[in-house]
């Protein structure tokens, strides 16, 4: 992400090359900086401030979000193909029912955003068949 920030009037410059201020028409300097897009995600155990429970949803936990691209982003989840199809998580308000790929997008943002998500799951046919679940957050492209 790049911000142009306006000309800098630069007096003391002037005084310092020996060009008389009151002599020249204006002067200025461009100033640039490059923030770099950054997403991350992070799991917590807390459940503090959850909503009512889903009848045979089981808590999880909370996911918090951040990311800084300015077109948004894609909440991804990973787990381990063939396993866990079927069953539907649940991210604050998205619901996704997973099909056993290894992987679904699970939310999106279009805009910069920093967010904590509630995080349950019913479970499939299959149950819970897999150990663990990875959360990515993948900028939109520009």
Do not use: W
């Not at 807390?46 to 894609?74: K, M, T, W």
């Amino acid at each position: 992400m790049v911000r142009r920030i306006g000309k800098l009037a630069v007096a003391g410059l002037l005084l310092a090359a020996g060009t008389s201020a009151a002599n020249s028409e204006s002067f200025g300097i461009d100033l640039v900086l490059r923030v770099p897009v950054m997403c991350k995600v992070s799991t917590g155990t807390g459940v503090a401030g959850a909503g009512p429970s889903i009848p045979g949803s089981f808590e999880l936990g909370e996911i918090q979000e951040f990311c800084n691209a300015p077109r948004g982003y894609d909440l991804l989840v990973h787990y381990r193909p063939g396993t866990l199809k079927g069953m539907t998580l649940i991210a604050g308000d998205a619901r996704v029912q997973l099909d056993g790929s290894g992987s679904a997008v699970v939310g999106h943002s279009s805009a910069p955003a920093i967010k904590v998500r509630n995080l349950s799951a019913i479970p499939g046919p299959q149950g819970f068949d897999a150990d663990h679940l990875d959360f990515e957050a993948v900028a939109a492209p520009f």
